[in-house]
């Protein structure tokens, strides 16, 4: 697909428990134009996970219809996804919606209205990488998952200059190796092991302490004691 100038941005997850089993999808709309930010999300008593990544994109190419978004990014987690649209779907148009064994395509009603709705609106699909730590894609998985599993969720909808996930940050966080940080009167320290850390803090009050994965990880917990980078 020939680069184009999108003014919309989607992420989108879907979850599935038992797959299938109750399921839940999720998506955040970013109307680049307007500035404003609404989340999306719905749930199946009984899907598959597929069906949710699908859904999720789904929902969210009717939003932006919806809002005469013509040029927008969707990002998915979802190879599946990303593939059929892109790639096999026009394989199985021509096939009568028959894989190369012969069988029904799996989903077909599902990608038939993706499929509509691609034709409709120019699209620029974006694989990311889930559960590493990409702000967006985390929040879809978390509305995603909450759906499934019948919680409440608050979903937001406002200006994203008022909203708390960052939709621009596509790379995971750089990984580093693990160590720990502590925190005691006013003292913060590194450790390369858990037993060093633990002989800091052991029995002293008002300890904080805490195992670092990635450098997001590392800011996120001083910004939450409430200090800047050391």
Known sequence: MSQIVVSALIYTDGAASGNPGP???GALFWNQKSNEVSELGGGVPQTTNNRMEMRAALE?????KGQNVTHLEVRTDSKYLINGVMQWI???KKNQWKTRDGAPVKNQDLWELIDEMNQKIKVMWTYVPGHLGVPGNERADRIAVAFSKDENCSLFHGLYSDYSVDLEKVDPPKKIKPYYLSYIEGQLQKHTTWSECETRVRG??????KKISNSDEEQEILKKWGLSSQ
Do not use: D, N
């Open 23 to 25: 399921g839940g999808w």
């Open 60 to 64: 969210g190419l009717r939003f932006a």
């Open 90 to 92: 026009h394989g199985w």
């Open 204 to 209: 002293r009050r008002g300890a904080r302490f």
